[in-house]
C-alpha cells in the first residue's frame, strides 16, 4: 500500500476542516420585519443551536477513517482527541495499532507529521486562508467536529436574514443563506433537532465543502453523531473523509500530549501532496 496517498489524503483534509467555515455573525437590518414565515424559522433555527452538542473534552476511540484523494482511497483506523478551545488531535494507525500520521490543531497552528518519513508540515492559520480563500481560525474547525452551525452565531444573536430561504420537507427544514463570499445550506431535523448535513460554497473560483452527520446517538446528555462525511472538490483538490465513531467518551481526561518532531524535517505541503 502507498502509504503517500494517506498523508496526502490528511493533508488536504486540514485544509477541508479548516476552509469549511467561518464565524461571522448574521445581524438583523433596521426597519425590516421579518415575513411571518421566517419568523417561524428563525424559532427552529433558535431552537437547534440551543440543543447543539458542547462538551469540554472528547475521546473518539476505535474511529475508523477511509481517505479519497485525487481518486486513490486508502483506509486506516485511528483516533480523535479533543479538548476544547484548545487541541485536537487526530491519528491514524493504518498498521497493527502503529501510529503513522498525525494531525494536530491548535488555536496557534496546524501540525501534519508524517512519522513512517520523519517528516513535517506547519502551518499558519493565514497560510490556511490564502490557499482556501477563507478567513480561518481554530475554532471554525472545532465546531465543524462538534457538528455546530457557526454562522448563526450565539443563541441570543439574530436568526434570520432577508436572504435566507428555508424550505420543510420529511421532518427536515433546510436554511440556505448567503454571508460573505460563502453560501451556506444547513439541514436540520425537526424532531431531535440534530445538525445532519452542512454545505459551505465559497462564490466565485472557490471551492465547495459538504460535511454530512448521520447515525446520531445520545451519549449522556449530548446527541452526537456516529458518522460523518466531509467531501470538498474545487479545480485542484478532490477530497473526501468518511469518519466511523463507534465509541464516544464525552468529558473524560484526554491524553493529547504533542509529538516531539525535534528529530524530523521539516518539509512542505506542496511537498507531502506530490
Known amino acids: 500500500?502507498?502509504?503517500?496517498?494517506?498523508i496526502a489524503a490528511l493533508a488536504v483534509l486540514s485544509l477541508v476542516l479548516m476552509g469549511c467555515n467561518n464565524q461571522k455573525r448574521l445581524t438583523k437590518t433596521e426597519g425590516n420585519e421579518p415575513k411571518k414565515e421566517v419568523v417561524k424559522q428563525k424559532t427552529i433555527q433558535q431552537r437547534a443551536i440551543e440543543a447543539q452538542p458542547d462538551f469540554q473534552s472528547v475521546n473518539a476511540?476505535?474511529?475508523?477513517?477511509?481517505l479519497t484523494y485525487q481518486r486513490k482511497s486508502v483506509?486506516?483506523?485511528?483516533?480523535?482527541?479533543?479538548?476544547k478551545d484548545?487541541?485536537?488531535?487526530i491519528s491514524l494507525q493504518p498498521v497493527l495499532g502503529i501510529e503513522l500520521f498525525r494531525l494536530e490543531l491548535t488555536p496557534a497552528e496546524v501540525l501534519i507529521v508524517d512519522k513512517m518519513n520523519r517528516r513535517y508540515v506547519q502551518m499558519s492559520y493565514a497560510e490556511i486562508s490564502e490557499a482556501v480563500k477563507m478567513p480561518i481560525t481554530f475554532a471554525d474547525a472545532q465546531n465543524v467536529l462538534m457538528a455546530r452551525m457557526v454562522v448563526l452565531g450565539q443563541p441570543q444573536s439574530v436568526?434570520?436574514?432577508?436572504?435566507?430561504?428555508?424550505?420543510?420537507?420529511?421532518?427536515?427544514?433546510?436554511?440556505?443563506?448567503t454571508e460573505g463570499k460563502i453560501n451556506y445550506q444547513y439541514s436540520i431535523d425537526n424532531s431531535s433537532l440534530a445538525l445532519l448535513?452542512?454545505?459551505?460554497t465559497a462564490n466565485g473560483r472557490g471551492g465547495k465543502a459538504t460535511v454530512t452527520y448521520s447515525g446520531h446517538n445520545l451519549y449522556g446528555t449530548v446527541l452526537f453523531p456516529t458518522a460523518v462525511n466531509v467531501t470538498y472538490l474545487d479545480s485542484k483538490y478532490d477530497v473526501s473523509c468518511a469518519i466511523s465513531l463507534p465509541n464516544l467518551v464525552f468529558n473524560?481526561?484526554?491524553?493529547?500530549?504533542?509529538?516531539?518532531?525535534r528529530s524530523y524535517k521539516k518539509t512542505t505541503i506542496s511537498t507531502i501532496l506530490n
Not at 61 to 66: D, E, G, W, Y
Not at 75 to 83: F, K, L, P, R, V
Not at 169 to 174: I, S
Request: aromatic residues 6%; contains cysteine.
Open 86 to 89: 484548545s487541541i485536537c488531535i
Open 61 to 66: 476511540l476505535k474511529a475508523r477513517f477511509q
Open 75 to 83: 483506509a486506516a483506523n485511528g483516533t480523535i482527541a479533543m479538548i
Open 252 to 261: 473524560g481526561e484526554v491524553n493529547a500530549a504533542r509529538i516531539n518532531i
Open 159 to 177: 436568526l434570520y436574514s432577508e436572504a435566507a430561504a428555508a424550505a420543510a420537507e420529511n421532518n427536515t427544514t433546510t436554511v440556505s443563506l
Open 1 to 6: 500500500m502507498k502509504y503517500n496517498h494517506l
Open 197 to 200: 448535513q452542512a454545505v459551505y
